[in-house]
């Protein structure tokens, strides 16, 4: 079983409009709703791909009510959601479909209270158990120590259970000296922590910050992975029009899944840069289009950087 943690789950909507025009209405051509939050998309892929998921984090209200009958619909996902008072907050993604391009709105989340922490931190110490990976994702909610992420770095590892984590900010800076065995940022996030805009050099410098590998997203350009093994750029073969929204979580997807087969790196990110690349091909986040990513998994390029 792989664990995935969401503390702040989302309900999220996307909206699809012929051309995104400021201060005009909009016909909605299409509208979609699913269980979210970044944890919430990882898990469903990770389900899509064979694998057995339990999903935890919190969940509150009337829209934690709705994400949990959406997580229900999902094969081979088990939901293992704390209770919250607050509700679980909605994210808005609109969709231009004339260029392609994609606005987001994403509210704050709830107020998460001590006991409620506690109960998270006693469900997730059973949890991984049974665990051979967890995998950490996404924003804290208000009322969530900001060194959160450490203090599940650290559980993890002395459970032995090898942890991915995929944040920003100041949880992402406390959650990197706790040494989890793989950290995903984007280009943006990895300047934030390190100080570096160059990406390459960024990537080394977060990895002797505690991180046994770092693997930095770089949008159109694949992934930049830094490594006990060996440093890799692994690229798609052409850059993809449609709504990148959860690109980055299936390549988490991506690289946990292929850690808990036995893959070597080059294969793990080949599997990461493929899966990112059908997601954009796909609705909504937290799916990938099947035949693009079998087409663009025979062609990602592999260079040792």
Not at 172 to 181: D, F, H, Q, S, T
Request: a positive charge; hydrophobic letters at 40%.
């Amino acid at each position: 079983m792989i664990l995935t943690v969401t503390l702040n789950t989302a309900l999220d909507v996307t909206h699809h409009v012929p051309k995104l025009i400021p201060h005009a209405s909009h016909r909605v051509t299409t509208v979609t709703e699913r269980a979210g939050g970044k944890g919430l998309n990882v898990a469903r892929v990770l389900a899509a791909l064979g694998h057995e998921v339990t999903a935890t984090g919190f969940a509150g209200g009337r829209t934690g009510a709705v994400v949990r009958e959406l997580l229900a619909e999902s094969p081979r996902v088990t939901d293992a959601l704390v209770p919250c008072a607050g509700p679980t907050r909605r994210t808005l993604a609109v969709v231009d479909r004339a260029s392609g391009d994609t606005t987001q709105f994403n509210e704050p989340g709830p107020q998460i209270g001590s006991a409620e922490w506690t109960a998270f931190l006693g469900r997730y110490e059973a949890l991984l158990t049974g665990a051979a990976a967890v995998a950490l994702c996404g924003s804290l909610p208000p009322g969530v120590p900001v060194g959160a992420y450490a203090t599940l770095v650290r559980s993890a590892r002395a459970a032995g259970v090898p942890v991915l984590l995929d944040t920003s900010g100041e949880a992402l800076r406390r959650g990197v000296a706790a040494r989890p065995e793989v950290i995903k940022p984007n280009a943006a996030e990895l300047a934030e922590l390190t100080g570096s805009r160059e990406p390459l050099q960024a990537t080394r410098d977060a990895r002797r910050r505690g991180a046994h590998a770092v693997v930095t997203s770089l949008g159109p350009g694949g992934l930049l992975a830094a490594t006990a093994q060996g440093t890799w750029q692994a690229a798609p073969p052409r850059a993809l029009t449609g709504n990148p929204t959860g690109a980055g979580d299936s390549a988490v997807a991506g690289l946990l899944s292929a850690l808990t087969e036995g893959l070597d790196w080059p294969e793990r990110l080949t599997r990461a840069v493929a899966l990112s690349a059908a997601t954009v091909h796909a609705p909504a986040a937290g799916e990938f289009d099947p035949r693009t990513y079998e087409q663009v998994r025979g062609s990602v390029t592999l260079t040792a950087r």
